[in-house]
């Protein structure tokens, strides 16, 4: 196991994981480009219905690095999955790894403000790639196309919107930070952001000025949860009812 016991996790998590592998039914692939290889976990839900599916990406924290191709599912997976079984809704879900020694993002999380890079991390620009191939190999509905992303995820899910802001519907953030000067490029992307209050890892202004700074630039779909005398962990919160997925599948992207 590659795996290692951080904020993001805990020994029981880590055991279990595998066994989420069967219950879930998740499949276990590799998407490669340039020489390069990302591991991804793909689940198909509710795939004999009729229709376009949706798709939904979700990048991991630093707690789930590595290349074991499991580690990653151990928060995200079995909610997200029984949500769209529950409700009928047929989606592609996909759980890309980073592997260790790399980020999604190469920034510092604890820093109060950030400039993007002007290009892409190497796995951030697999992730990219990957999205673009389900794209292609799905056909899925273009108005529902949805990021999410906890940590270091939080930052890849900003920074993956905005270098794809034709294409996202809506992400939902947590713990994560973005640079506001992009705010403007986000206008038509929806977003639900939630942070800690307290969080000793990513500093909670980098939501605060994200939020203030969406709205600024005129985008109305912004919604902002900050939790009074959590630390970093906002995902369980998020995971703990339907609210929050709730929101990110209703929302619709204007094809006009």
């Given amino acids: 196991m590659n795996g290692k016991i951080s904020i993001h996790n805990s020994a029981a998590e880590m055991a279990e994981t595998p066994e989420l592998i069967r219950t879930l039914q998740i499949q276990q692939l590799a998407f490669e480009a340039d020489g390069h290889t990302l591991p991804y976990c793909q689940r198909i839900t509710c795939g004999n219905s009729p229709g376009e599916p949706v798709l939904a990406v979700f990048l991991h924290g630093i707690g789930s690095v590595g290349h074991d191709n499991f580690l ?52 951030q620009s697999l992730a990219m790639g990957l999205v673009r191939a389900k794209i292609t190999e799905f056909k899925p509905d273009l108005r529902r196309i949805y990021g999410l992303g906890i940590s270091m995820g939080g930052y890849g899910i900003w920074d993956m919107a905005c270098r794809m802001n034709d294409l996202f519907a809506a992400i939902a953030v947590m713990c994560g930070g973005a640079d506001t000067s992009q705010a403007p490029n986000l206008r038509h992307v929806a977003a639900f952001l939630i942070h800690g209050a307290d969080d000793s890892a990513v500093p909670v202004l980098r939501a605060r000025d994200m939020f203030e700074a969406m709205r600024r630039a005129g985008n109305p779909d912004v919604v902002y949860r900050e939790l009074p005398g959590v630390n970093h962990n906002v995902w369980d919160p998020f995971f703990a009812d339907d609210k929050g997925l709730d929101w990110l599948f209703a929302q619709r992207r204007s094809l006009s």
């Fill in 72 to 123: 990653q599912i151990r928060i995200p997976a079995a909610p997200m999955v029984r949500y769209c079984e529950n409700r009928g809704i047929k989606a592609v879900l996909l759980f890309p790894q980073c592997e260790q020694g790399y980020q999604w993002v190469n920034v510092p999380w604890n820093s109060r403000s950030h400039v993007m890079p002007e290009v892409p991390s190497l796995f």
